[in-house]
């Protein structure tokens, strides 16, 4: 009897390392075991996935000018499936396999830095081979199976994400953004309860709350110690897919560009007055100092981005004049093009 009322808040979301791409767990896509060793996200709330199937409707010639039956049709194996998830940012498992999706880099169960490597490709390959580290298995989960399913997305690639705080909303705790996609079919009647690993308190193997108030120093376009209100910190790698099979697309792989970009509102003053003048005569990337936040400890969510430009300055005017300045991040041929600190 569908006795639940949910709330969008009441749904969970996990994420695991599949061992074979596009299989959770290695099981076959149809039988997914969820049932240990799940990562759960701290997610506000959860955003579910539009399916848009393909369908055929046009009206063919016959007599009539209705739909007729026999000439509806239905695919929903080549598509692309997307979802995007917000929440707190942890410097645990989960978010350590989305970061290392959308650069690129080997998943891995372990916590470890993340970084992007001066000349990166991403990782490609074929569904339903077994290969580890390069694909994950996404969760979303009703509290209640009786009068809910669970939605799993196999063989999902992070191609956006995204880490932020504001001083002047939720006392500037570190905030995440991820776009999650995957060119497998969608699992959309799961009743399995997932599991989590091990450890962890509500949240699996959750780190600690991180903000801005707990920063040891920071650099802004090579500035020493700016007063900052807020930043945002993205990377950007679009996923491709090709081919076809019986369970969507044959083959994933990434698109020709990696975009990192960050952004901070600082205090104007006698420190930050020349930025505006240095984004209206910059000819040159700054080759060191772009953008670096160093938290106490170091491991929670240190991030570091050596070169790169200014793409805009513009005077904020608040109660307090500010400065809104954006960066775009470079590779120098030598260094990684960014590294957060996690371990």
Do not use: W
């Not at 910190?233 to 994933?252: L, M, N, R």
């Amino acid at each position: 009897m569908a006795n639940a009322v949910f709330s969008p808040r009441d749904f969970k979301a996990y994420i695991i390392e599949e061992t074979t791409t596009g299989n959770a767990n290695g099981a076959t896509p149809n039988a997914p075991a969820i049932t240990a060793g799940l990562h759960q996200l701290d997610v506000d709330s959860v955003a579910f996935p539009s399916l848009s199937p393909n369908q055929v409707t046009a009206v063919r010639s016959r007599g009539g000018r209705v739909l007729h039956a026999d000439d509806f049709f239905q695919d929903n194996e080549i598509r692309a499936v997307e979802v995007s998830l917000s929440g707190t940012f942890r410097a645990d498992k989960g978010m350590q396999l989305l970061m290392q999706s959308v650069t690129g880099t080997a998943l891995a169960d372990t916590v470890a830095d993340v970084s992007l490597a001066t000349a990166p490709t991403g990782v490609s390959g074929k569904y339903g081979e077994a290969e580890d580290n390069k694909t994950f298995t996404l969760v979303l989960a009703p509290p209640d199976y009786d009068d809910g399913r669970n939605v799993i997305m196999v063989g999902c690639l992070c191609t956006n994400f995204g880490i932020s705080a504001d001083m002047t909303g939720d006392g500037g705790l570190y905030k995440f953004e991820a776009t999650i996609s995957s060119g497998q079919n969608p699992i959309t009647s799961n009743g399995q309860t997932p599991a989590i690993t091990s450890g962890g308190s509500g949240i699996g193997n959750a780190g600690s709350l991180i903000t801005l108030m707990t920063l040891a120093s920071s650099k802004i376009f090579n500035l020493t110690s700016p007063v900052i209100s807020s930043f945002g910190f993205t990377v950007e790698s679009p996923a491709i897919y090709t081919g076809f099979s019986s369970t969507g697309y044959h083959s994933f792989a990434r698109g020709s560009e990696f975009t990192v970009t960050a952004n901070a509102t600082v205090k104007y003053d006698s420190l930050t007055r020349d930025l505006y003048d240095s984004f209206n005569t910059q000819t040159v990337d700054l080759a060191s100092n772009l953008f670096v936040l160093t938290q106490s400890p170091a491991t929670d969510c240190s991030i570091s981005l050596p070169a790169g430009f200014l793409t805009d300055v513009t005077f904020n005017e608040g109660d307090a004049m500010m400065l809104d300045v954006a960066m775009q991040g470079v590779t120098n041929g030598s260094d990684a093009i960014f590294t957060i600190d996690l371990a």
